[in-house]
Protein backbone atom coordinates (compact mmCIF):
# COMPACT_ATOMS: atom_id res chain seq x y z
CA UNK A 1 0.00 0.00 0.00
CA UNK A 2 1.16 3.12 -1.16
CA UNK A 3 1.08 6.04 1.77
CA UNK A 4 2.13 9.00 0.10
CA UNK A 5 -0.31 8.16 -3.02
CA UNK A 6 -2.84 7.76 -0.26
CA UNK A 7 -2.31 11.27 1.28
CA UNK A 8 -2.10 12.70 -2.39
CA UNK A 9 -5.75 10.98 -3.57
CA UNK A 10 -7.15 12.66 -0.08
CA UNK A 11 -5.44 16.34 -0.92
CA UNK A 12 -6.86 16.12 -4.53
CA UNK A 13 -10.47 15.32 -3.18
CA UNK A 14 -10.12 18.65 -0.81
CA UNK A 15 -12.80 20.75 -2.85
CA UNK A 16 -15.18 17.61 -3.28
CA UNK A 17 -15.22 16.98 0.55
CA UNK A 18 -15.99 20.27 1.04
CA UNK A 19 -18.57 20.75 -1.49
CA UNK A 20 -20.24 17.33 0.10
CA UNK A 21 -20.08 18.48 3.51
CA UNK A 22 -21.36 22.31 2.45
CA UNK A 23 -24.37 20.32 0.93
CA UNK A 24 -25.08 18.16 4.03
CA UNK A 25 -24.58 21.52 6.67
CA UNK A 26 -27.48 22.97 4.15
CA UNK A 27 -29.81 20.34 4.60
CA UNK A 28 -31.16 20.09 8.03
CA UNK A 29 -31.46 16.97 9.44
CA UNK A 30 -32.45 16.49 13.18
CA UNK A 31 -33.31 13.56 14.93
CA UNK A 32 -36.26 11.78 13.42
CA UNK A 33 -35.86 14.11 9.93
CA UNK A 34 -33.07 12.42 8.33
CA UNK A 35 -34.79 11.78 5.05
CA UNK A 36 -33.28 14.38 3.07
CA UNK A 37 -29.43 14.30 4.05
CA UNK A 38 -29.46 10.08 4.09
CA UNK A 39 -30.99 10.64 0.21
CA UNK A 40 -27.88 12.96 -0.47
CA UNK A 41 -25.35 10.80 1.62
CA UNK A 42 -26.67 7.46 -1.22
CA UNK A 43 -26.16 10.19 -4.05
CA UNK A 44 -22.48 10.85 -3.16
CA UNK A 45 -21.94 7.18 -2.24
CA UNK A 46 -23.33 5.84 -5.53
CA UNK A 47 -20.96 8.29 -7.10
CA UNK A 48 -18.04 7.41 -5.41
CA UNK A 49 -18.20 4.21 -6.43
CA UNK A 50 -19.29 1.84 -3.61
CA UNK A 51 -20.17 -1.62 -4.65
CA UNK A 52 -23.58 -1.67 -2.61
CA UNK A 53 -25.36 1.17 -1.42
CA UNK A 54 -28.65 0.10 1.16
CA UNK A 55 -30.71 2.09 3.31
CA UNK A 56 -32.17 -0.02 6.80
CA UNK A 57 -35.58 -0.47 7.82
CA UNK A 58 -34.32 1.66 10.95
CA UNK A 59 -33.38 4.53 8.15
CA UNK A 60 -29.70 3.71 8.65
CA UNK A 61 -27.66 4.49 5.16
CA UNK A 62 -25.17 2.18 4.69
CA UNK A 63 -22.50 1.67 1.68
CA UNK A 64 -20.26 -1.61 1.26
CA UNK A 65 -17.18 -1.70 -0.16
CA UNK A 66 -15.83 -5.55 -0.68
CA UNK A 67 -16.51 -8.89 0.33
CA UNK A 68 -13.42 -9.82 2.49
CA UNK A 69 -13.56 -11.99 5.29
CA UNK A 70 -12.75 -9.09 8.22
CA UNK A 71 -16.19 -6.76 8.51
CA UNK A 72 -15.06 -3.07 9.17
CA UNK A 73 -17.33 -0.42 10.06
CA UNK A 74 -17.12 3.30 9.76
CA UNK A 75 -20.04 5.33 11.34
CA UNK A 76 -20.81 9.26 11.16
CA UNK A 77 -24.46 10.11 12.43
CA UNK A 78 -26.34 12.26 10.28
CA UNK A 79 -28.56 14.12 12.21
CA UNK A 80 -27.43 17.44 14.15
CA UNK A 81 -28.75 18.94 17.12
CA UNK A 82 -31.47 22.08 16.60
CA UNK A 83 -30.14 25.67 15.47
CA UNK A 84 -31.01 26.93 19.37
CA UNK A 85 -30.71 30.63 19.64
CA UNK A 86 -30.39 31.50 15.70
CA UNK A 87 -29.43 35.71 17.16
CA UNK A 88 -26.04 33.48 18.54
CA UNK A 89 -25.34 32.98 15.21
CA UNK A 90 -22.32 35.03 13.21
CA UNK A 91 -23.36 32.57 10.33
CA UNK A 92 -26.78 30.93 8.22
CA UNK A 93 -26.83 27.43 10.15
CA UNK A 94 -27.63 25.84 6.70
CA UNK A 95 -25.47 27.25 4.19
CA UNK A 96 -22.81 25.81 4.81
CA UNK A 97 -20.21 28.94 4.91
CA UNK A 98 -16.50 28.25 3.53
CA UNK A 99 -14.23 31.07 4.18
CA UNK A 100 -10.11 30.90 5.06
CA UNK A 101 -10.54 26.98 4.73
CA UNK A 102 -12.94 26.39 7.27
CA UNK A 103 -16.53 24.98 6.88
CA UNK A 104 -19.31 27.02 9.13
CA UNK A 105 -22.79 25.81 10.06
CA UNK A 106 -24.93 23.22 12.00
CA UNK A 107 -23.49 19.22 12.10
CA UNK A 108 -20.54 20.28 10.69
CA UNK A 109 -18.30 19.38 13.67
CA UNK A 110 -21.15 16.83 14.95
CA UNK A 111 -20.99 15.20 12.64
CA UNK A 112 -21.53 15.34 9.11
CA UNK A 113 -17.87 16.38 8.17
CA UNK A 114 -16.96 12.61 9.67
CA UNK A 115 -18.99 11.35 6.53
CA UNK A 116 -17.80 13.59 4.26
CA UNK A 117 -14.20 12.06 4.65
CA UNK A 118 -15.42 8.42 4.96
CA UNK A 119 -17.36 8.61 1.48
CA UNK A 120 -14.27 9.86 -0.28
CA UNK A 121 -12.17 7.11 2.07
CA UNK A 122 -13.96 4.78 -0.38
CA UNK A 123 -13.67 6.51 -3.70
CA UNK A 124 -9.77 6.55 -2.68
CA UNK A 125 -9.86 2.65 -1.87
CA UNK A 126 -11.52 2.07 -5.21
CA UNK A 127 -9.35 4.12 -7.38
CA UNK A 128 -6.28 3.05 -5.91
CA UNK A 129 -6.84 -0.39 -6.12
CA UNK A 130 -6.33 -0.88 -2.24
CA UNK A 131 -9.13 -3.67 -1.52
CA UNK A 132 -8.08 -6.41 0.26
CA UNK A 133 -9.36 -9.22 2.31
CA UNK A 134 -11.37 -7.39 4.05
CA UNK A 135 -15.49 -5.78 3.81
CA UNK A 136 -15.74 -2.32 4.36
CA UNK A 137 -18.94 -0.68 5.79
CA UNK A 138 -18.98 3.15 5.78
CA UNK A 139 -22.85 3.84 7.93
CA UNK A 140 -24.68 6.73 8.01
CA UNK A 141 -27.05 6.53 11.13
CA UNK A 142 -29.74 7.83 12.23
CA UNK A 143 -31.07 9.18 15.84
CA UNK A 144 -28.09 9.41 17.77
CA UNK A 145 -28.48 12.72 19.48
CA UNK A 146 -31.93 12.09 20.86
CA UNK A 147 -30.84 8.06 21.80
CA UNK A 148 -27.08 7.43 21.71
CA UNK A 149 -26.78 3.88 19.97
CA UNK A 150 -30.06 2.97 19.28
CA UNK A 151 -29.31 3.32 15.54
CA UNK A 152 -26.28 0.28 16.00
CA UNK A 153 -28.56 -1.53 18.60
CA UNK A 154 -30.90 -2.22 15.61
CA UNK A 155 -27.81 -2.51 12.77
CA UNK A 156 -26.45 -5.76 15.53
CA UNK A 157 -29.78 -6.86 17.06
CA UNK A 158 -31.01 -7.36 13.32
CA UNK A 159 -28.28 -8.77 12.14
CA UNK A 160 -27.92 -6.23 9.49
CA UNK A 161 -24.03 -6.47 9.60
CA UNK A 162 -21.92 -8.34 12.38
CA UNK A 163 -18.30 -5.84 12.46
CA UNK A 164 -15.26 -7.19 13.95
CA UNK A 165 -14.17 -3.55 14.47
CA UNK A 166 -15.93 0.06 14.38
CA UNK A 167 -13.96 3.06 13.89
CA UNK A 168 -16.60 6.04 15.28
CA UNK A 169 -16.11 9.43 13.03
CA UNK A 170 -17.07 12.12 15.85
CA UNK A 171 -14.67 15.07 16.31
CA UNK A 172 -11.69 13.93 18.04
CA UNK A 173 -9.71 16.92 16.22
CA UNK A 174 -7.45 14.34 14.26
CA UNK A 175 -6.88 12.44 18.06
CA UNK A 176 -7.34 8.42 19.00
CA UNK A 177 -10.02 8.37 21.28
CA UNK A 178 -10.48 4.97 23.16
CA UNK A 179 -14.05 5.22 25.56
CA UNK A 180 -16.32 8.23 27.56
CA UNK A 181 -18.14 7.69 30.43
CA UNK A 182 -21.73 6.35 30.03
CA UNK A 183 -24.81 7.59 31.32
CA UNK A 184 -28.10 6.87 32.45
CA UNK A 185 -31.77 8.92 33.01
CA UNK A 186 -33.70 7.32 36.01
CA UNK A 187 -36.68 8.56 37.81
CA UNK A 188 -37.32 7.84 41.41
CA UNK A 189 -40.99 8.04 42.98
CA UNK A 190 -42.23 8.48 46.70
CA UNK A 191 -46.30 8.22 47.21
CA UNK A 192 -47.85 10.08 50.31
CA UNK A 193 -51.62 10.18 51.29
CA UNK A 194 -53.19 13.50 50.16
CA UNK A 195 -55.49 15.66 52.70
CA UNK A 196 -56.78 18.90 53.38
CA UNK A 197 -53.23 21.14 53.80
CA UNK A 198 -55.11 23.33 56.87
CA UNK A 199 -54.32 19.82 58.64
CA UNK A 200 -51.55 17.99 57.33
CA UNK A 201 -51.27 15.99 59.73
CA UNK A 202 -53.70 13.99 58.21
CA UNK A 203 -52.44 12.92 55.60
CA UNK A 204 -48.85 11.78 54.37
CA UNK A 205 -46.54 14.38 52.31
CA UNK A 206 -45.31 12.74 49.51
CA UNK A 207 -42.47 15.60 49.15
CA UNK A 208 -41.22 15.62 52.64
CA UNK A 209 -40.45 12.00 52.17
CA UNK A 210 -38.72 12.91 48.89
CA UNK A 211 -36.53 15.40 50.87
CA UNK A 212 -34.12 12.83 52.64
CA UNK A 213 -33.88 11.00 49.48
CA UNK A 214 -32.54 13.89 48.04
CA UNK A 215 -30.11 15.56 50.52
CA UNK A 216 -28.24 11.96 50.42
CA UNK A 217 -28.45 11.72 46.02
CA UNK A 218 -26.25 15.38 46.99
CA UNK A 219 -24.16 13.29 49.68
CA UNK A 220 -23.68 10.09 46.77
CA UNK A 221 -22.21 12.47 44.30
CA UNK A 222 -19.54 13.66 46.73
CA UNK A 223 -17.99 9.62 46.95
CA UNK A 224 -18.74 8.16 43.46
CA UNK A 225 -15.96 6.02 41.61
CA UNK A 226 -13.03 8.13 40.01
CA UNK A 227 -11.37 6.99 37.45
CA UNK A 228 -7.69 8.59 36.33
CA UNK A 229 -8.62 8.69 32.20
CA UNK A 230 -12.28 8.52 32.41
CA UNK A 231 -12.95 10.99 35.04
CA UNK A 232 -15.40 10.83 37.88
CA UNK A 233 -19.19 9.07 38.09
CA UNK A 234 -21.92 11.77 38.80
CA UNK A 235 -25.68 12.03 39.86
CA UNK A 236 -27.10 14.99 39.59
CA UNK A 237 -31.58 15.99 40.42
CA UNK A 238 -32.11 17.70 37.10
CA UNK A 239 -36.26 18.45 38.11
CA UNK A 240 -39.03 17.66 40.43
CA UNK A 241 -42.71 16.86 39.42
CA UNK A 242 -44.80 16.62 41.72
CA UNK A 243 -48.91 15.36 42.17
CA UNK A 244 -51.69 17.26 44.64
CA UNK A 245 -55.14 17.75 44.30
CA UNK A 246 -55.02 21.22 44.57
CA UNK A 247 -52.76 24.44 45.82
CA UNK A 248 -54.57 23.53 49.41
CA UNK A 249 -53.98 19.70 49.37
CA UNK A 250 -50.91 17.50 50.92
CA UNK A 251 -49.30 16.22 47.38
CA UNK A 252 -49.73 12.46 47.32
CA UNK A 253 -46.87 11.73 44.60
CA UNK A 254 -43.22 13.15 44.40
CA UNK A 255 -40.88 11.99 41.09
CA UNK A 256 -37.42 13.66 40.73
CA UNK A 257 -35.12 13.34 37.93
CA UNK A 258 -31.68 11.66 37.85
CA UNK A 259 -28.89 12.51 35.13
CA UNK A 260 -26.05 9.93 36.15
CA UNK A 261 -23.02 9.30 34.11
CA UNK A 262 -21.42 6.56 34.74
CA UNK A 263 -17.27 5.81 34.87
CA UNK A 264 -15.57 2.54 34.55
CA UNK A 265 -16.72 -0.16 36.80
CA UNK A 266 -20.25 1.87 37.09
CA UNK A 267 -23.42 -0.06 35.50
CA UNK A 268 -26.63 0.18 35.38
CA UNK A 269 -27.22 -2.32 38.25
CA UNK A 270 -24.41 -0.56 40.64
CA UNK A 271 -26.18 2.90 39.55
CA UNK A 272 -29.68 1.63 40.61
CA UNK A 273 -28.62 -0.49 44.09
CA UNK A 274 -26.84 2.39 45.28
CA UNK A 275 -30.70 4.45 45.19
CA UNK A 276 -31.98 1.63 46.77
CA UNK A 277 -29.32 1.98 49.78
CA UNK A 278 -30.39 4.99 50.02
CA UNK A 279 -33.98 4.55 50.35
CA UNK A 280 -33.31 1.60 53.11
CA UNK A 281 -31.15 4.09 54.89
CA UNK A 282 -33.24 6.93 54.83
CA UNK A 283 -36.49 4.19 55.80
CA UNK A 284 -38.60 6.04 52.62
CA UNK A 285 -40.60 3.72 50.80
CA UNK A 286 -39.31 4.88 47.28
CA UNK A 287 -39.04 3.16 43.56
CA UNK A 288 -36.44 4.04 40.97
CA UNK A 289 -37.17 3.49 36.89
CA UNK A 290 -34.79 3.69 34.51
CA UNK A 291 -36.80 5.91 31.49
CA UNK A 292 -37.83 4.71 28.20
CA UNK A 293 -37.13 6.07 25.05
CA UNK A 294 -39.89 5.40 22.44
CA UNK A 295 -39.65 7.46 19.70
CA UNK A 296 -40.61 6.73 15.94
CA UNK A 297 -37.18 7.09 13.19
CA UNK A 298 -38.27 9.10 10.19
CA UNK A 299 -39.04 5.13 8.36
CA UNK A 300 -41.97 4.87 11.08
CA UNK A 301 -40.40 2.45 13.20
CA UNK A 302 -40.58 1.89 16.83
CA UNK A 303 -37.88 0.38 18.57
CA UNK A 304 -37.97 0.96 22.29
CA UNK A 305 -35.12 1.10 24.60
CA UNK A 306 -33.73 1.73 27.81
CA UNK A 307 -32.09 5.03 28.50
CA UNK A 308 -29.11 3.13 29.76
CA UNK A 309 -26.04 3.91 27.60
CA UNK A 310 -23.12 2.29 28.82
CA UNK A 311 -19.48 2.96 29.88
CA UNK A 312 -17.10 1.99 26.86
CA UNK A 313 -13.05 2.49 26.91
CA UNK A 314 -10.21 0.36 25.67
CA UNK A 315 -6.61 0.22 27.23
CA UNK A 316 -4.10 2.22 25.19
CA UNK A 317 -2.26 -1.30 24.20
CA UNK A 318 -5.47 -2.71 23.38
CA UNK A 319 -4.88 -4.29 19.23
CA UNK A 320 -7.66 -1.59 17.82
CA UNK A 321 -6.12 1.47 19.64
CA UNK A 322 -2.85 0.56 18.60
CA UNK A 323 -3.62 -0.53 15.31
CA UNK A 324 -5.70 3.28 15.08
CA UNK A 325 -2.29 4.72 16.13
CA UNK A 326 -0.05 2.58 13.55
CA UNK A 327 -2.42 4.01 10.63
CA UNK A 328 -2.30 7.51 11.99
CA UNK A 329 1.92 7.52 12.45
CA UNK A 330 2.41 6.12 8.99
CA UNK A 331 0.54 8.23 7.28
CA UNK A 332 1.38 11.91 8.59
CA UNK A 333 4.72 11.11 10.68
CA UNK A 334 3.70 12.32 13.40
CA UNK A 335 2.84 11.26 16.51
CA UNK A 336 -0.50 10.47 17.73
CA UNK A 337 -2.84 11.90 20.52
CA UNK A 338 -4.62 9.27 22.35
CA UNK A 339 -7.66 10.21 24.43
CA UNK A 340 -11.37 10.39 25.25
CA UNK A 341 -14.87 12.28 24.39
CA UNK A 342 -16.83 14.48 26.96
CA UNK A 343 -19.68 13.25 25.17
CA UNK A 344 -21.28 10.54 24.50
CA UNK A 345 -21.27 8.55 21.30
CA UNK A 346 -22.69 4.82 19.32
CA UNK A 347 -20.27 3.61 20.74
CA UNK A 348 -22.20 2.89 23.89
CA UNK A 349 -24.18 0.13 21.62
CA UNK A 350 -20.83 -1.02 19.73
CA UNK A 351 -18.71 -1.00 22.79
CA UNK A 352 -20.90 -0.49 25.63
CA UNK A 353 -23.25 -2.95 24.64
CA UNK A 354 -22.03 -5.55 22.32
CA UNK A 355 -18.31 -5.70 23.11
CA UNK A 356 -17.30 -5.12 19.54
CA UNK A 357 -13.34 -3.50 19.57
CA UNK A 358 -14.22 0.25 18.74
CA UNK A 359 -11.82 3.16 18.29
CA UNK A 360 -12.80 7.17 17.41
CA UNK A 361 -11.06 9.22 14.77
CA UNK A 362 -12.79 11.99 13.12
CA UNK A 363 -11.89 15.48 12.21
CA UNK A 364 -13.21 18.77 13.63
CA UNK A 365 -12.65 19.77 17.33
CA UNK A 366 -15.68 18.58 19.54
CA UNK A 367 -15.69 21.71 21.57
CA UNK A 368 -17.66 23.39 18.52
CA UNK A 369 -20.31 20.56 18.46
CA UNK A 370 -23.67 21.96 19.60
CA UNK A 371 -22.56 25.15 19.83
CA UNK A 372 -23.73 28.75 17.14
CA UNK A 373 -19.42 28.05 16.47
CA UNK A 374 -20.42 24.71 14.60
CA UNK A 375 -17.23 24.32 12.22
CA UNK A 376 -14.60 21.82 10.80
CA UNK A 377 -11.30 22.54 9.24
CA UNK A 378 -10.90 21.19 5.02
CA UNK A 379 -7.61 20.04 6.08
CA UNK A 380 -8.75 17.72 8.77
CA UNK A 381 -10.88 16.57 6.15
CA UNK A 382 -8.27 15.71 4.40
CA UNK A 383 -6.48 13.83 6.81
CA UNK A 384 -9.61 11.61 8.00
CA UNK A 385 -10.04 10.69 4.28
CA UNK A 386 -6.37 9.15 4.04
CA UNK A 387 -6.89 8.02 7.46
CA UNK A 388 -9.97 5.72 6.46
CA UNK A 389 -8.70 4.97 3.35
CA UNK A 390 -5.94 3.10 4.79
CA UNK A 391 -7.20 1.31 8.77
CA UNK A 392 -8.88 -1.29 7.21
CA UNK A 393 -5.21 -2.54 5.55
CA UNK A 394 -3.17 -1.56 9.16
CA UNK A 395 -6.48 -3.42 10.79
CA UNK A 396 -6.02 -7.06 9.42
CA UNK A 397 -2.33 -6.50 8.72
CA UNK A 398 -0.24 -7.74 11.77
ZN1 LIG B 1 -22.28 13.51 17.59
Not at 231 to 252: C, E, H, L, R, Y
Amino acid sequence: MNINQINKKALQYKQDMVAFLRDMVAIPSTSQNEKDVVLRVKEEMEKCGFDEVIIDGFGNILGRIGTGSTVIAMDAHLDTVDVGNPDLWEVDPFKGDYRDGVIYGRGASDQEAGMASMVYAGKIIKELGLEEDYTLYVVGSVMEEDCDGLCWQYLLKEDVIKPDVVVITEPTNLGIYRGHRGRMEMRVKTVGLSCHASAPERGENAIYKMTPIIMEIERLNERLKDDPFLGKGTIAVTQIFFKSPSQNAVADECVIQLDRRLTAGETKESAVEELEEIFKKTGVDAQVEILQYSEKTYTGLLYPTEKYYPTWVFPEESEVVQKAKKTFETLFNTPASIDKWTFSTNGIATAGMFGIPTVGFGPANEIYAHSPKDQCPDDHLVKAAAFYAAFPHFYITD
